[in-house]
């Protein structure tokens, strides 16, 4: 498939669990951004990555949220301690490489979390 | 917080009518996008648009960006049931490559 591809489409989780869920980009783009939706809202940053360089986490809400990108490709991003305010879709965005500014932004279908 | 708010929140016509959906910010932006998400599926990009003043037309939806860059507007001109969705502003700042995203007008076109 040539779009960005997330998984689990779905996870259910019982609060204090830790979760993963997982990204992979359209082959080629450099940049991948994370992001947060609760229901009928808009989204909220939490992360961006960028080539080789440091991420940008300003939009993490809390030190149990990370992120990885390994290889420049598939970025995981880890939920600890799950509470049920986590409760959101998860979505991915990957971006090509271009000029300066914000390119268009292309995004998986999400993740859809649900913290009992 | 860069805020960018959207007007309104909820819209819900009839199919054949015409309608307006509002960007604002309170700071000035480098560049505007619009994305439509429909349910169970990632936004998809629209228009971008980076000049102030301009007009960007796409079938029967015209986008207009403000003049001190600041807000933009989205219009539709006789909707359409497959108009239906989250219509969500999008705004990058200086050098940053994140973009803020407004919370969305949720449209419903009826039939």
């Known amino acids: 498939g040539a779009g960005v591809s997330q998984s689990p489409s779905n996870k259910v989780t019982e609060k204090g669990k830790d979760v993963e869920l997982r990204c992979d980009p359209i082959s080629g783009h450099t940049a991948l951004y994370w992001y947060r939706q609760s229901l009928g809202q808009g989204l909220e940053f939490l992360i961006y990555f960028q080539g080789n360089s440091a991420p940008d986490k300003s939009g993490l809400p809390s030190d149990r949220f990370s992120a990885e990108r390994t290889g420049g490709s598939v970025s995981t991003l880890t939920i600890q301690r799950t509470q049920q305010e986590d409760s959101a879709v998860y979505l991915c965005?990957?971006?090509?490489?271009?000029?300066?500014?914000?390119?268009?932004?292309?995004f998986g279908e999400g993740s859809r979390l649900t913290v009992l | 917080t860069q805020l960018l708010e959207q007007s309104p929140q909820f819209l819900s016509i009839q199919e054949g009518e015409n309608l307006t959906v509002y960007c604002n910010s309170s700071?000035?932006?480098?560049?505007l996008q619009w994305y439509r998400q429909e349910p169970g599926e990632g936004p998809v990009l629209l228009v971008t648009v980076v000049t102030g003043g301009e007009v960007k037309k796409l079938k029967r939806l015209t986008f207009q960006f403000g003049d001190a860059r600041k807000d933009s507007s989205l219009h539709i001109t006789a909707a359409q049931p497959g108009d239906t969705g989250l219509y969500l502003c999008a705004k990058a700042s200086g050098s940053a490559r994140q973009l803020t995203f407004g919370s969305g007008t949720q449209l419903t076109v009826l039939p």
């Open positions: 700071s000035v932006f480098s560049s």
């Open positions: 965005a990957s971006s090509p490489p271009g000029l300066a500014g914000v390119g268009e932004l292309f």
